[in-house]
């Protein structure tokens, strides 16, 4: 049996299957959980055969782990940048904070409450919270003070309690005042316009 029509008429070979699966999978872990999830609804979701999931991902472990690292390599590869950038760590902190926040902010749906998955803890998950964890790293680098770089971490992570309880209509100005609120947990009173506007410039916008 055959999933749910595509909404195009097109046929399977006419899309990206495997793009398919993980919107489709995004949208059932988040909406009805992940535990509630079977492969079957995901693959009828993207209107799909079941058999045509095992030919893209092993399992439902395998579309978390996609899903969990989409959260954080973008925001991961701009941490690295911004750290051989020669400017200012201020600038520095605001555009990757602005960046990771867009990136929690942004989509139809709200991956980041993955992380909160009780399954999110098992081995399967270690590179993950390895990348997770670099990124962390990065947050710390660009502040001198270890409780505060904490701080600004779990600021820009909140978006996820936020988004699950209320929409977040306008995601650049939202990242924009997360980006200043975390520039002035990290190095208190500044010119905020010149750091923003430095941050814009690494950002390349």
Known sequence: MVGRPRATGESA????SRRDLLDAAAELFTERGYTATSTRAVAERAGLRQ??????????DDILAVLLEATVLPSLHTA????GEVAPKPAKLWALCRFDLELLCGGPYNLGALYLLPEVRAERFAGFHAERDELKAAYRALVDDDLAADLVFGLVEGVILTRRSKSIPDVEAYA??????GVRIAVGACDLAAVRAEGLRLLGR
Do not use: I, V
């Open 13 to 16: 070979g006419e899309r990206d």
């Open 51 to 60: 058999a045509s999931l095992y030919h893209y991902f092993g399992g439902k």
């Open 80 to 83: 690295r940048s911004l750290l």
């Open 176 to 181: 924009c005042a997360g980006a200043d609120a």
